[in-house]
């Protein structure tokens, strides 16, 4: 007998489909399928059944990651003892069924189905881009079907035009069988119902919308339409125009901090398209439209190319070979350090590239530079949830796979916007609350997960920008006023003397929700709504964002999160849990592999003398015990002229920094500036070398995402400028005198893995063991760790911390009424560098600034007219969009395009404790205008003149040797 009903003793096969999704029971069933004794979960399907022994039953409509949904007919078996011919998708086991897959009757009844359905399709399969790609020619192979007696005489839909309004794929309604599952996978997996079938019977079709074009309709182009669709009515553009794929290799999506398994399907040496994969165990075969279609940036023509160097930002580029501008650059280092000293230059790790590559950067500073300066952009997003993690929790990271939170009761999002910044998990989150899981969001603006259709409750707490610590403190004062803490988990897992001196604080009157109310703008009866719902109904769940971190208070919140989670005890199992959601692709893996200048990889201090020794011993050279310049010192430092030369790697700082004003004034007081990237980013404007980067199509190696799982990332195509990223950074660090001669990435994990107490268990053939690793993973856990917490804490009893409310100094007057806070949206990612050189730029093609109907209206504001937006440190102008999701008195604007200068008027107020920006409250006047700002026309003169200095150097012949 094959026992399907231990899952320990069988591994699913993500390149097969199993008709229909798995069920988990305790009970098992024993049936028969043409011969073949098999053991399954009760509630499985008698198609999933038959695969799962290797038996191929045919299918149309049915898919393993939709429901079952029995249309097609074509999965029919026959059931001893039973009449008929039933649907096998439909069909659940039963104890002692005896199934027949294939005899002469189910043959005839098949071909004769799949005959209707070929009576209304094109016959053009020599023609059709998904020829030797298309279930429905495959299923009229399998059943044998050789003749169509019907006819193509009758009405049908042949001469049904196609919809190519989507950049990414069109639809051609002509090949539809209306087998729904593109509709399913709408509902079922994105969770946007922007599908739906119109008409009854013969007449009925697939329809976006109200009978819209896609690009009109709701449609948010995930791909799951595309990807269901068993024939070319929805097809990618890039295979109707390329031809379809012959090979692919699975890799690791370098968008947001979900980081999805995709198949990069090529053909040749060419890409066609990304597939999710359904062995990710992050994404399940699921996607977003950045990572499904936006991967046109990597062979976009403005690629850089080739290595450049200049003397100075007002000469051209020189295109040089790799040789010359690694000279030049170490040269321009050591001549820095001489005669400014050692600690005048640093370094600038990415979130963006991979583990390995980061981990280098941070050790070239340290062991080639002879410093602790090195950074990176965790510091202005995430460095508070380090802060505070480690304070309370005893590690920096979430506690949580993603799918823990399809067992949440309650589901507590604060200052985050899933659907738009991470919207795979964002799909998955909505399936739970189609369950029927409470929603809470505790954000300013009204986001889209609180439109769910067919969600379960759903509860908005509007804060004013600027009070998250206020209603942090007020929500666990309900807490402990009504007797909800979870008291066993305190006594057993948190410390008393920090317990008591926390509740004492947490109970006093001035943190009611009552007393806070005019400060947080949200009604105290909501706030006490939210907190009981949070801490009596099951399993809570807290999953939080750059609304979180981005403030002056930011790791004060963090703690306050983490107090909420001790006290009612939801933390250390599935359901639960303290949840950051990373915004880039690898800020968590740039964090654990020590991009701090105070930690060394794996959040060990500079300052530990046997950490300290284990690195010198393995690097064979001795590190600094002081901790270095965070990237807001620098800058400062650079103003103040005693930090003369950076090095950054994949980052674009000058456009993603607080008061870009500031940040360009550093820049240019450089006498060094070395800029590693894969275009003439707004940084590169200012750099003196300019390195070829290559896109994570290029390179192998590994990321890390929001749940600490780390992924691998392989190579896909050979690097445009022959070089993976971290080549470079060897390169540099040999030319400087300390040598670097790893052979390949994995010699780099295992250096990592050597070093870093979290990661002991990592290495490449356990990734390619497992397919993924959530650390720690080390000899207490040897398999890595889904559910952090489980037991005890890392600093062994959980840290309650007093998270006293101060109000932020950037508040709202007579001269700046309105507050600005800043997001992202769907389409665009970060700076925009990548998804801006896509179509994806036909969704949104600049940034604007949301307004309220009532400041609008104040203000004599229309819809489209063009805003001043001034702040005390900055003034730029914004398109005007008026919106009701927005409160009064609060504006928001998106950062994805540089010439928009939303962080012109920043501040560079931050975080107490880490430095990390303000982001989120900025004191803002907005007022109609009718030309661009002063900041703007300098933008646009000094963009257009680094272009022409790059256009020149790239009429110039290449150099020899390159």
Known sequence: MINYFDPSQHRIDPDRDYGTPPRLSEKAVVLTIDGIEISVPEGTSVLRAAALAGITIPKLCASDNLEAFGSCRLCAVQIEGRRGYPASCTTPVAEGMDVTTQNGKLARLRRNVMELYISDHPLDCLTCPANGDCELQDMAGAVGLREVRYGFEGENHLDAEIDASNPYFSFDPSKCIVCSRCVRACEEVQGTFALTIDGRGFDSKIAAGQNEPFMDSECVSCGACVQACPTSTLMEKSVIDQGVPEHSVVTTCAYCGVGCSFEAQMKGDQLVRMVPYKGGDANHGHSCVKGRFAFGYATHQDRITEPMIRDSIDQPWRPVSWDEAIGFAARRLKETQARYGRESIGGITSSRCTNEETYLVQKL?????????????????????????????????????????????????????????????GSQMRRRLREGATLIVADPRRIDLLKTPHGGRMLHLPLKPGTNVALINSLAHVVVTEGLEDKAFIETRCETEAYRIWRDFISEARNSPEALEAETGVPAAQIREAARSYASVGNGAIYYGLGVTEH??????????????????????????????????????????????????????????????????????????????????????????TFKALYVQGEDIAQSDPNTQHVQAALTSLDCLIVQDIFLNETAKYAHVLLPGSTFLEKNGTFTNAERRINRVRKVMAPVAGKEDWEVTQDLANALGYPMNYSHPSEIMDEIALLTPTFTGVSYAKLEEQGSIQWPCNAEHPDGTPTMHELDFPIGKGHFAVTEYVPTEERSNRRFPLLLTTGRILSQYNVGAQTRRTDNSQWHEEDVLEIHPSDAEVRGIAEGDWLGVSSRVGHTVLRCRISDRMQPGVVYTTFHHPGSGANVITTDSSDWATNCPEYKVTAVQVEKVSQPSEWQKRFHHFDRRQRGYLEQGAEEPAPAGQ
Not at 365 to 374: D, H, I, K, L
Not at 382 to 395: A, I, N
């Open 365 to 425: 500073v340290r062991a080639g530079f002879g410093n602790n300066n090195t950074d990176t952009c965790a510091r202005v997003c995430h460095s508070p949830t380090g802060y505070g993690l480690k304070t309370t929790l005893g590690e920096s990271a979430g506690t949580q796979t993603f799918d823990s939170v399809m067992k949440a009761d309650t589901i507590l999002v604060i200052g985050a916007n899933p659907t738009d910044a991470h919207p795979v998990f």
């Open 552 to 641: 002056s208070q930011g790791s004060t919140m963090v703690m306050g999160i983490a107090n909420l989670a001790m006290a009612t005890g939801n933390l250390g199992r599935e359901g639960v849990g303290v949840n950051p959601l990373r915004g880039q692709n690898n800020v968590q893996g740039s964090c654990d592999m020590g991009s701090f200048p105070h930690e060394l990889p794996g959040y060990q201090h500079v300052a530990d003398l046997d950490v300290r020794q284990r690195f010198e011993s393995v690097w064979q050279t001795t590190l600094d015990d002081e901790p270095g310049l965070r990237i807001p010192n620098m800058f400062d430092a650079a103003i103040a002229g």
